[in-house]
């Protein structure tokens, strides 16, 4: 008995010793950690713009811990809920607080995404973006708050990141990703999320995440329908294994071309935050070889099984060549025919003698010509704002509808009988579709029409600073 | 034989907007099977009403078209060679990409 009151005394001792063994070595760390921090952060300042970190970020510290389970009081507090979970608890949270994800748009899906990310308690939370924040992006990009428009979208959701949970690194990165920063960015984190909003995007992030062997959790949502999954996530499949030829530009729909009801994305950015805490914390199953289709209208959810890993695949195949070397070189745009920003694009079809600005037909209604204006938009847009006395026949039916441009022009003839009378003008939203108009017009033996150049746009820009753009 | 056909992703604006139709798919001409590649051919005729080429590349689906039979990827069992039974489900989706 009194040997083993002997043993207890002296494991209670060894485990003293060690203790205060280790709580001497941790502090030696955090000394260290912070002195990297500042090397790493003065060194590199130099080549950076803007002062947005650009470089090798130090791995997440654990100084703070001063609880056995690595937590910090404060960290108990504060993620109490999430420790509260049986099936979460201590050990997902203190997984999730060595993590590091990078969030590729501040969007409509990474607006929620980022903000439950930050609050979560995710180590180090990346952001990169190069667009500003816009009026027309408030009614989903809930990050930003109005006294950011015209601000750049990063600065903005990184301030509200930080005002959630200032215990956190963000890292902002005020860029447009291309292939020659990808891989230098995204090698950075464990887990990227694509939250952009094109095809072009959507490849390089899915190409980048396999080169360097990180899970993608991949979001996308327009008009009233969502779809999510994971990539490249523990042998399942990419991007390219789903989809190895691009879709034609015309089956890319753009939101502010077809519209996106606020929530569509918000709800999609909030599970791509999910899934990217699931895999972060390492709980639960993650979307892998399955995609979730969500459409808000019916108010259905449908989670379908996909393929796995195609053995073929360009990027992810097994007899693949594709490496970090060839990533860099490739050509998305190309690839994909579409470009890497969301900017409209501005088509020039017909001769400069069949097209007029917005300022010069202005000209002709203020010296009364007689002329017809066929507004070519769809019904739905034409009802937000158009000209007045145009005619609103949309592109898509402008075929059947063609007595009415004809019987509309003998109208406006000044003189019974007069064959070279009223003028023949068309617009649209942007001056794409009015020039679409009026080639199959010419073709259709009215040589009279003309273009309008940047059509509505061209009109508040240059004539009408009141006339409301959307 | 009886099958629900569903689109989505922007694909029921080749369908005049309707998502889901319910259909009666007669069997080809002497054969005892309905396959996806028979199917295809007969949404073309029946249901496809403009842009044709927005749904059809050849003898399949256009690049970006997801085709689920029962929300099961039809690479799974077997794309266009996927024969079909009464009641399935079968659905074409459009991939998205905007946010």
Not at chain 1, 416 to 435: F, K, P, T, W
């Amino acid at each position: 008995m009194e040997s083993n009151g002997d043993d207890v005394a002296r494991i209670l001792r060894d485990i003293e010793a060690l203790k205060d063994t280790k709580a001497r070595i941790e502090h030696r760390i955090s000394v260290l950690e912070a002195q990297l921090q500042e090397t790493v952060s003065l060194a590199p300042r130099k080549q950076q713009n803007d002062g947005v970190c650009n470089v090798s970020c130090p791995p997440i510290s654990a100084a703070d811990a001063n609880l056995a389970n690595g937590l910090s009081s404060d960290s108990v507090y504060r993620y109490s809920r999430h420790l509260l979970l049986p099936s979460f608890g201590v050990q997902a949270q203190s997984n999730l607080l060595k993590s590091s994800i990078l969030v590729v748009g501040a969007g409509g899906l990474g607006s929620p995404a980022l903000l439950y990310l930050a609050a979560c308690g995710v180590g180090r939370l990346g952001i990169v973006d190069h667009d500003v924040v816009e009026l027309n992006n408030m009614h989903r990009q809930v990050i930003h708050t109005e006294a950011y428009i015209g601000q750049p979208k990063v600065k903005s959701a990184a301030a509200a990141c930080r005002s959630i949970n200032s215990t956190i690194q963000i890292v902002e990165h005020r860029e447009a990703l291309r292939t020659s920063n990808a891989l230098e960015i995204l090698s950075q984190y464990d887990i990227v999320i694509d939250a952009t909003d094109n095809a072009p995007s959507r490849y390089m992030i899915s190409d980048c995440c396999v080169v360097l062997g990180k899970p993608l959790v991949s979001g996308a949502a327009l008009g009233l329908e969502g779809q999510l999954t994971v990539y490249n996530y523990k042998g399942g499949p990419c991007y390219r294994c789903l989809f190895p030829t691009p879709p034609p530009t015309t089956a890319c729909q753009r939101c502010s071309d077809s519209g996106v009801l606020g929530v569509v994305p918000g709800i999609i950015g909030c599970l791509q935050a999910l899934e990217a805490i699931k895999i972060a914390a390492a709980v639960g199953e993650p979307l892998s070889g399955r995609m979730l289709l969500f459409d808000a209208l019916s108010a259905r959810i449908r989670i379908v099984k996909i393929r796995g890993r195609s053995l073929q695949c360009e990027v992810c195949g097994d007899n693949t060549t594709f490496n970090q070397e060839h990533f860099r070189d490739f050509n998305y745009e190309k690839f994909t025919q579409s470009p890497l920003s969301t900017s409209p694009p501005k088509l020039n079809l017909i001769a400069a003698e069949s097209r007029i600005t917005s300022k010069e037909y202005k000209e002709r209604i203020v010296n009364g010509e007689a002329h017809v204006l066929v507004d070519v938009r769809p019904e739905h847009h034409y009802e937000i704002v158009s000209i007045p006395k145009s005619l609103n026949i949309p592109l898509a039916s402008l075929e059947a509808r063609l007595p009415e441009i004809s019987s509309a022009l003998k109208e406006k003839q000044p003189h019974e009988g007069v064959e070279s009378g009223a003028n023949l003008y068309v617009i649209c939203r942007r001056g794409n579709d009015s020039q679409r108009a009026v080639q199959y017009l010419h073709k259709m033996g009215f040589n009279i029409a003309k273009d309008i150049v940047g059509g509505l746009e061209s009109w508040a820009h240059d004539v009408d600073p009141n006339f409301p753009m959307y | 034989m009886q099958l629900t056909l569903e689109f989505g992703g922007g694909l029921e604006l080749l369908c005049q907007s309707v998502k889901i139709h319910n259909v009666n798919v007669d069997l080809p001409k002497g054969a005892e099977k309905l396959t996806m590649k028979d199917l295809l051919s007969w949404v073309s005729t029946n249901l496809i009403k403009e842009r044709p080429e927005m749904f059809m590349k050849g003898e399949s689906v256009r690049p970006g078209v997801l085709v689920l039979v029962n929300d099961c990827d039809w690479e799974l069992s077997g794309q266009l060679d996927t024969t079909l039974e009464e009641k399935d489900v079968v659905v074409f989706i459009s991939t998205l990409h905007g946010g």
